[in-house]
């Protein structure tokens, strides 16, 4: 955490040119991350129709639009909950919930409000938690998006140098000094700096949620390297939708039949005679038939693989996408879910240390120097693997018994137990005989008679 030294904001003119230059790279950048956040919402690129296809044809290709990106996203944002922070203390106390910081977090109403941070970095590859103090004492710790802000930053730097925003008329950049706010004249377009809010936070006081590990480039969200999967199966389900309309029933025909092209009851004739069970026809050489009905199979086992293939470059697994996991035991269901965990890990060892600095930077707006140096604090993950509560209890059972491992460290282990319900656990088990804690902590079962 850098040292909180006092500095000065800069002048109207420098903070101007930092507030343009920033700009002009802003837009490029948003017009990228829109392009993510319209697939995101299912708005694709449509598959291929030539010029010349009919209404009919263009109706076929918007409905052919078959969206899994929210799945992948919401599969990955529904493992990752945050319900603890248990700071450094340099006691054997760790109850997570009677921290300063933790207080921080439910009174910034984090526990729903990480959810919205964790789908934008999904989605665009990172996002921002922006720190602010207040009067209260209280910071301010509010997720924000890459589409609102644009951040100054090269992945790897622990802080960024600055940011833009832009929202109709009016602007501003942020630095490791100060909020400075500009409005945009309505005759000569120009901008102009209109105040300045310091926060002395010594920093830039966006903090970077990545969600991919480059140093060398842009990070990676879940959107941008499926587009072209996407797109490949939109085409497909298209090209399904025109046999299924056009070729999945057999189609009949008339040959040798001449018609009138200026009698248009004689077309009505015939296309009312397709639906009748005898025809009569006029003419020795007319002849009548049935083509038959196209195969769909080849089009459906395409559209299967390509969400396979969707699945495996998304590492969610394929029950998600295909829904064909039906009767198998639980170690299959765990097994199948291997990647899907892996990924969940990966991204919490990314958000984690993220997190961690948040809170490191929250002390500084606070006036809580002295927690603002806490380099071994950590965050804690709720447990979201697929494994059940029995097996679970079997596992840390045995943990506990094998390798001495006190039982009450073993309680935030389990599935859907929170760290109230662990600091609550501790409070009843304290009121109870020391010496009978102390033996069941020990594993002790009595002695043999």
């Not at 998600?320 to 291997?338: C, P």
């Not at 018994?401 to 599935?415: D, F, H, T």
């Amino acid at each position: 955490m850098p040292e909180n030294e006092m500095k000065e904001p800069l002048g109207g003119r420098a903070a101007l040119e930092r507030f343009q230059s920033l700009l002009s790279e802003a837009d490029e950048e948003w017009s990228r991350l829109d392009f993510f956040r319209r697939y995101r919402r299912g708005e694709h690129r449509l598959p291929y129709t030539p010029e010349t296809a009919t209404q009919e044809f263009r109706t076929l290709a918007k409905r052919s639009v078959t969206n899994l990106m929210p799945m992948v996203i919401d599969t990955q944002v529904s493992r990752l909950k945050v319900e603890g922070f248990r700071p450094d203390t340099g006691s054997d106390d760790d109850d997570a919930h009677g921290h300063e910081q933790w207080q921080w977090w439910q009174a910034n109403g984090l526990d729903a409000r990480q959810k919205h941070l964790y789908d934008a970095v999904a989605t665009y590859g990172y996002a921002y938690v922006l720190v602010w103090p207040t009067e209260s004492g209280t910071p301010s710790l509010s997720p924000r998006s890459p589409l609102t802000w644009y951040v100054d930053y090269t992945p790897g730097d622990e802080w960024a140098s600055g940011a833009v925003r832009v929202k109709n008329d009016r602007g501003w950049f942020l630095d490791d000094v100060a909020m400075y706010e500009f409005r945009r004249d309505a005759t000569a377009r120009a901008w102009r700096l209109v105040s300045v809010e310091e926060h002395n936070l010594g920093v830039c006081p966006l903090v970077v949620f990545d969600n991919s590990w480059p140093l060398d480039d842009k990070p990676v969200g879940e959107v941008e390297p499926l587009i072209q999967i996407q797109d490949r199966l939109n085409q497909t389900v298209f090209d399904l939708l025109v046999a299924q309309t056009y070729a999945a029933a057999p189609q009949k025909y008339i040959a040798g039949l001449e018609l009138d092209p200026d009698d248009d009851s004689a077309s009505r004739n015939v296309a009312s005679a397709l639906s009748h069970r005898v025809w009569l026809l006029n003419g020795a050489d007319s002849k009548v038939g049935q083509l038959p009905e196209a195969r769909l199979d080849n089009l459906i086992a395409s559209i299967d693989n390509t969400i396979r293939l969707f699945g495996i470059k998304s590492q969610t697994p394929a029950q998600y996408l295909l829904g064909e996991l039906v009767n198998v035991s639980e170690s299959a269901i765990v097994a199948s879910d291997a990647s899907l965990q892996a990924k969940v890990a990966d991204r919490q060892a990314l958000y984690g240390e993220s997190w961690e600095k948040m809170f490191r930077l929250a002390a500084v707006a606070a006036g809580r120097l002295d927690l603002a140096t806490d380099q071994s604090s950590q965050v804690i993950w709720a447990a979201t693997d697929l494994r059940s509560l029995a097996s679970t209890v079997d596992a840390l059972g045995k943990a506990a018994k094998m390798l001495g491992i006190p039982q009450s460290e073993l309680w935030a282990r389990l599935p859907g137990v929170t760290q109230q319900d662990v600091a609550r656990w501790k409070r009843t088990r304290a009121k109870e005989d020391p010496l009978d804690a102390m033996l069941r902590e020990a594993n002790f079962d009595g002695l043999d008679t």
